[in-house]
């Protein structure tokens, strides 16, 4: 079954710290993963894409990468920001006959100062 | 550059009344379509999704349709609302490009959709 799960389910951190948000999925066949921002009440916003050769990829203070071979991927957040308080999803698309996104629940992260 | 719409950004409506959403696209042409219902604290859960005008895929059964009476209008509607329909309801477009693995979907504000 295509799945894409995401831990921790939220998350706490102080401002100018660093965090790691997880994503594995079961999704075959693969074709790419992008990780989405989205702000309280608020359509997501793509941060990064990786298709099956890319294992990082950077976008200022955010660093995703990619193991296809375990089928996980991880955002770096570095220097976190109050701003940076938001949802955080991945989403995982197959190869396959027309388009098919499987969205992860996401991560509910919280920066406080 | 392309924008996405969409209204009213906030709707209250009692069990049992009619519900019409809109989202418009501009400065592109034949894109995808897609609208999403994301529960709170909840991920997107993908409704229906369009490829050109009159085309329609539903992906859960549900109480709810969709149309698309031009190449970028696409509305979601429901006959009686329940109180489940409650939720937040995105518009999101992607470029029709063919051989692209490029498949960003841009999303639209948002409505927040409350059933009393």
């Known amino acids: 079954k295509n799945q894409v799960e995401q831990s921790p389910q939220s998350l706490i951190i102080l401002e100018g710290k660093n965090c790691t948000l997880q994503?594995?999925?079961?999704?075959?066949?693969?074709?790419?993963l992008r990780w989405y921002k989205q702000d309280t009440g608020r359509g997501p916003v793509s941060l990064t894409i990786?298709?099956?050769?890319?294992n990082t990829k950077s976008n200022g203070r955010y660093t995703a990468t990619l193991d296809a071979d375990t089928k996980q991927s991880s955002l770096h957040i570095t220097a976190s920001q109050l701003s940076d308080s938001a949802s955080y999803i991945c989403?995982?698309?197959?190869?396959?006959?027309?388009?098919?996104?499987?969205f992860g629940a996401g991560t509910r992260l919280f920066v406080k100062a | 550059s392309q924008t996405i719409h969409q209204w009213p950004a906030t709707l209250v409506q009692p069990v049992g009344s009619p519900l019409s959403l809109e989202c418009t696209v501009e400065?592109?042409?034949?894109?995808?379509l897609y609208w999403y219902r994301q529960a709170a604290g909840r991920g997107l859960q993908l409704l229906f999704y369009?490829?050109?005008?009159?085309?329609i895929s539903s992906e859960v059964p549900q109480n709810l349709s969709a149309s698309r009476p031009q190449d970028r209008q696409f509305i979601l509607s429901s006959k009686k609302l329940l109180l489940s329909d409650s939720g937040f309801y995105l518009c999101?477009?992607?470029?029709?490009?063919?051989?692209?693995?490029?498949?960003?979907?841009?999303f639209g504000p948002g409505t927040r959709l409350t059933v009393l």
């Open positions: 999101a477009w992607s470029s029709h490009l063919s051989g692209t693995v490029d498949n960003e979907q841009f």
């Open positions: 994503c594995n999925y079961t999704v075959s066949p693969f074709s790419n």
């Open positions: 990786m298709t099956f050769s890319e």
């Open positions: 989403v995982v698309t197959r190869n396959t006959g027309g388009f098919k996104t499987i």
């Open positions: 400065g592109t042409s034949n894109p995808n």
């Open positions: 369009s490829v050109g005008i009159g085309q």
